[in-house]
C-alpha cells in the first residue's frame, strides 16, 4: 500500500468458522478495526476501509473473531500488510525491491501425521516446537512475530565463527521509522510485535 492512497480490502469468508479481520497498527475507523464481536461469517464477506494516512511502516492483519483469535491466525489468517511512501524511501535510500524481504516468524506443532496442533484445546500457551520463517550485500528484513505465545530472542552468526555476534542496524518498529538507526547485536521480539532490520553482508564475506 502507498502512504496517502486509500483502499478498501474486501475479506471474504471461505473458511467454516467466523473471523474478524483486525489491522494491527493502523489508524482504522470503528466499523473497520475488526473487533471481536464483528464477525463475517462463512461464505459473507465485507469491505474493510483503510486510510492510508500513517507514515510508511510495517503493519500486520490478522483474525480477531470472538474466542477463537489465536486458531485463525494459527493457520494462516496473518499476514504481512506493507505501508510505504516513495518518497520517504527517497530520503532515507534503504535497501528496498528485492533487498526488503518481508520474514514472519512463527512457532508450530505438528502431529505424527503432518497436520498442525490446534490451540483450541491449549487453554495457557502453545509454544510450538518447530520455529517457521517465510547478491546486492545489504538487504533489509521485516521481522513480525506471529506466534501465539512464544518470543524470540534473534541475534546473527557466521557458519565460520559461530560463537561471536555480527552487528546489524534496527531502522523500524511498531509505530514505523526510528529518529535514528540502533546498531545491535541481538532483538528480542514479542507476540505481534515488528522490527525493521538492514545487514550489510560485504562485510561478512570473509567470515562466511
Known amino acids: 500500500m502507498t502512504k496517502g ?16 479481520i483486525h489491522l494491527h497498527g493502523s489508524y482504522s475507523r470503528t466499523p473497520f478495526d475488526g473487533w471481536a464481536e464483528d464477525r463475517t ?11 492510508n494516512a500513517q507514515p510508511m511502516r510495517t503493519l500486520w492483519y490478522h483474525d480477531h473473531s470472538l474466542s477463537i483469535t489465536a486458531v485463525n491466525a494459527y493457520f494462516g489468517q496473518a499476514g504481512f ?5 516513495p518518497a ?15 520474514l514472519m516468524l512463527a512457532a508450530k506443532q505438528f502431529l505424527p501425521s503432518g497436520q498442525l496442533v490446534s490451540p483450541a484445546t491449549t487453554h495457557v500457551s502453545l509454544w510450538g516446537d518447530v520455529i517457521t ?5 545489504k538487504y533489509k528484513f521485516r521481522l513480525l512475530d506471529a506466534s501465539v505465545s512464544r518470543s524470540f530472542s534473534l541475534f546473527l552468526v557466521a557458519d565460520s565463527d559461530p560463537n561471536t555476534r555480527l552487528d546489524f542496524i534496527v ?12 546498531r545491535a547485536k541481538s532483538l528480542v521480539i514479542a507476540m505481534a510485535e515488528r ?5 550489510d553482508f560485504a562485510k561478512f564475506q570473509d567470515r562466511i
Open 195 to 199: 522490527y525493521e532490520i538492514v545487514i
Open 41 to 51: 461469517f462463512p461464505r459473507e464477506y465485507k469491505d474493510y476501509y483503510y486510510p
Open 81 to 85: 500488510y506493507i505501508l510505504d511512501d
Open 133 to 137: 520463517v517465510n547478491a546486492q550485500p
Open 5 to 20: 492512497r486509500e483502499a478498501v480490502v474486501r475479506f471474504i469468508n471461505k473458511y467454516d468458522r467466523p473471523s474478524s
Open 171 to 182: 531502522v523500524g518498529a511498531d509505530a514505523g521509522y526510528l529518529s535514528s538507526s540502533v
Open 88 to 102: 520517504t524511501d527517497a530520503q532515507l535510500k534503504l535497501p528496498s525491491g528485492d533487498y526488503d524481504i518481508p
